[in-house]
């Protein structure tokens, strides 16, 4: 379709021949073209605390609470074993640019103690590992139970669950290794459904271009249990007239406990169920009905997702940016502590500067992206590749430099900083996909693709311990960051070329119904949208606008 133009829209003409190379497209709603221009849809945007900000707060205060049971035992790994300078550095003919110099005043002496297990590498990498066992298993039976049952209670057990299984921890260490390790298998299965139940919930209480900002809002969680984890952890394993490193556990795993009673007493699985939804909040989600989920159970259409280009290179992504974010969250502690040798304490507060870096990033990015989105300035599709090219490219880039820091302790810490706090404008990426492209089954496709995040999540501790086994040096570690660097590079390149925004076809597995007397109640609330009223929807656009 052609606009027309009067002899005084030169300026308007050369604006749009701007924007169409920028790929700036026409003003939308819920990502199909609006009205004509200054013609806003009711409901647009709510002002002040809405039940969606509830669920998001809550949701990222969950996560927080998950990445705190799950990171707390790598802190607490490295007061469970002790710091032993025997055998760190026996491996191979080695100079002295494999290994940094550790500091030999009398306070670093002394801090140098026994732990009270007798575990090597690649036992402490198996022990860490196992989480992943259990998680992986677990991922698309979440995502397929939040479709059916509903992400509130899928999400609400999961971490309670695992904040049980955390203050049961310390006995089962005692106990033995093999229980310790059944026990991180068990956690792993119960935090194995919290995210695809809550992107169900995200997909059922967001709109479109509210999706950048609100689901970094809530997985950004990830970054706040991390950061109290790692600097919090360090200083609980220190309280050795408290218990010391079981506190860890303690703390943790009560605080999940909390958690669970908020959330069970103020989140609901659908807007039109809440009880204490407004009017405008109901109306202003409705306008979305075709690009949400709806209250519709949708078959899996497994022939259709293994075509389909846009989902595998979503599920490349999870994949490869789980195998280099596990890798860092998992062996930051270790580097910091064996190679650049901080203590417990450095340690700790050290390793979560770049979540804290994460966070920050994450946050602006989206709303640059939220602000870009609802201005009109860039379609969601770009904002997609964008935010996944940044989010890989970035920290592949500073695992490369990080190779040949050596042992300048600065320079490591501002590229691991880069590394991870570029990582962080992933939510407005590959994180927000699934949800876009199939909204019904966000839960599943989330499962999926978590499920091979997981499988890299739990390679990726193993083969760091099998690569740093009684050989803590440099140049085990420059390998350590190869693999990750080389992931992020082939798996952004595919989803830079083949993501879309737009909701694909196989999102609606079964024919719709007709609106009968049965589920009028439905349609008015917050049900799958009728033929009927998407054509309605279709028309106003097409006809709503005068100059087109």
């Not at 049971?69 to 080695?94: D, E, F, P, W, Y």
């Not at 989105?373 to 990080?402: F, H, Q």
């Not at 690569?467 to 190869?482: C, D, E, H, K, P």
């Amino acid at each position: 379709m052609v606009r027309k133009y009067s002899g005084t829209d030169d300026v308007s003409q050369v604006s749009d021949i701007i924007n169409s190379l920028l790929d700036i497209g026409q003003p939308t709603r819920c990502g199909v073209p609006e009205a004509e221009k200054g013609e806003q849809p009711e409901g647009r945007k709510i002002k002040g605390w809405t039940c969606q900000s509830t669920v998001a707060l809550l949701g990222f205060l969950g996560i927080a609470v998950a990445y705190l049971v799950r990171v707390g035992l790598s802190i607490a790994i490295v007061a469970m074993v002790g710091r032993n300078t025997t055998g760190l550095h026996s491996k191979g003919n080695q100079t002295n640019d494999d290994v940094c110099p550790a500091p030999q005043t009398e306070e670093n002496i002394s801090e140098i103690e026994e732990g009270d297990f007798d575990w090597d590498m690649s036992t402490q990498g198996v022990i860490l590992a196992s989480f992943f066992y259990g998680y992986l298993s677990t991922n698309l039976l979440g995502g397929r139970a939040s479709e059916l049952y509903g992400g509130r209670i899928v999400f609400g057990l999961g971490i309670v669950l695992t904040s049980v299984l955390a203050l049961a921890s310390p006995l089962c260490a005692h106990i033995s290794t093999e229980l310790l390790i059944a026990n991180r298998i068990l956690q792993g299965m119960s935090q194995g459904v919290i995210f695809p139940a809550i992107n169900t919930l995200m997909a059922t209480w967001t709109t479109p271009k509210e999706r950048s900002k609100t689901v970094t809002h809530v997985y950004i969680g990830i970054q706040a249990g991390t950061i109290v984890s790692m600097s919090l952890g360090g200083w609980l394993c220190n309280l050795k007239s408290f218990g010391g490193w079981p506190l860890v556990f303690y703390v943790f795993g009560g605080t999940g406990i909390l958690w669970g009673i908020a959330w069970f007493l103020l989140i609901h699985d659908r807007p039109e169920n809440h009880p204490r939804i407004s009017p405008e909040e109901l109306h202003h989600l409705q306008q979305c009905k075709s690009f949400v989920k709806s209250a519709e159970v949708v078959t899996i259409p497994w022939k259709a997702l293994m075509k389909s280009k846009a989902f595998l290179a979503v599920v490349l992504m999870y994949f490869s940016n789980g195998y280099g974010f596990y890798t860092l969250l998992t062996g930051l502690p270790t580097y910091f502590s064996e190679i650049q040798h901080f203590n417990l304490n450095q340690s700790g507060w050290t390793s979560a500067l770049p979540y804290i870096a994460m966070w920050g990033v994450s946050e602006i990015w989206a709303q640059v992206m939220s602000w870009l989105t609802v201005k009109e300035k860039i379609s969601i599709t770009r904002v997609r590749v964008i935010s996944n090219t940044v989010a890989s490219w970035g920290p592949a880039l500073c695992l490369v430099a990080m190779c040949f820091v050596g042992c300048n302790s600065t320079a490591a810490m501002i590229f691991i900083c880069l590394a991870v706090g570029l990582n962080g404008t992933c939510y407005a990426g590959y994180c927000s996909s699934t949800q876009d492209i199939a909204p019904n089954l966000a839960g599943t496709l989330l499962g999926l693709g978590n499920t091979l995040g997981g499988l890299s999540g739990s390679i990726a501790p193993m083969i760091m311990g099998a690569i740093t086994n009684s050989n803590q040096t440099i140049g085990a570690w420059r390998m350590v960051f190869l693999i990750p660097i080389c992931l992020w590079a082939t798996a952004s390149t595919f989803y830079s070329i083949f993501i879309t925004s737009e909701v694909q076809s196989w999102n609606e597995s079964t024919p719709k119904k007709e609106v009968t007397g049965e589920n009028v109640q439905n349609q008015e609330g917050y049900g799958p949208v009728q033929k009927s009223e998407e054509d309605n929807l279709v028309n106003l656009t097409k006809n709503g606008s005068s100059d087109v």
